[in-house]
Nanobody
Framework: QKQLVESGGGSVQPGGSLRLSCTAA????????VGWFRQAPGKEREFVAA????????AYAESVKGRFTIRRDNGRNVVSLQMESLKTEDTGVYYC????????????????????WGQGTQVTVSS
């Protein structure tokens, strides 16, 4: 079963930074919309950020805008999420997915539009 692999999570204090990576050995990310979502304990998985296949168009949840940056490195088949000024409410398991419809963008914030979810990477922000 094809699956993406998330990595880079950890425990940091409020105000800290982390860089998450999303990659796969058998799933091409280049030219496809890729999204990051997160799930806090007891809550539903929510949209965090997405990058269009053109690597120009990007979208962010209001709660992370200005603090998180999504980037892609097509040469390495990696999509990263740079997280700065982390807050306790950023705590959760972070997942990446590839859009089902190539570079589709109309529903880039919608969970069910993505596939190839990995196991996720835990991010804990606590003092």
């Amino acid at each position: 079963q094809k699956q993406l692999v998330e990595s880079g999570g950890g425990s940091v204090q409020p105000g800290g930074s982390l860089r998450l990576s999303c990659t796969a050995a058998d799933v091409t990310l280049s030219l496809w919309t890729v999204g990051w979502f997160r799930q806090a304990p007891g809550k539903e998985r929510e949209f965090v950020a997405a990058v269009h296949g053109n690597d120009v168009t990007k979208a962010y949840a209001e709660s992370v805008k200005g603090r998180f940056t999504i980037r892609r490195d097509n040469g390495r088949n990696v999509v990263s999420l740079q997280m700065e000024s982390l807050k306790t409410e950023d705590t959760g398991v972070y997942y990446c997915g590839r859009h089902k419809y190539g570079s589709g963008w109309d529903n880039a914030r919608v969970l069910n539009e993505y596939e190839y979810w990995g196991q996720g990477t835990q991010v804990t922000v606590s003092s």
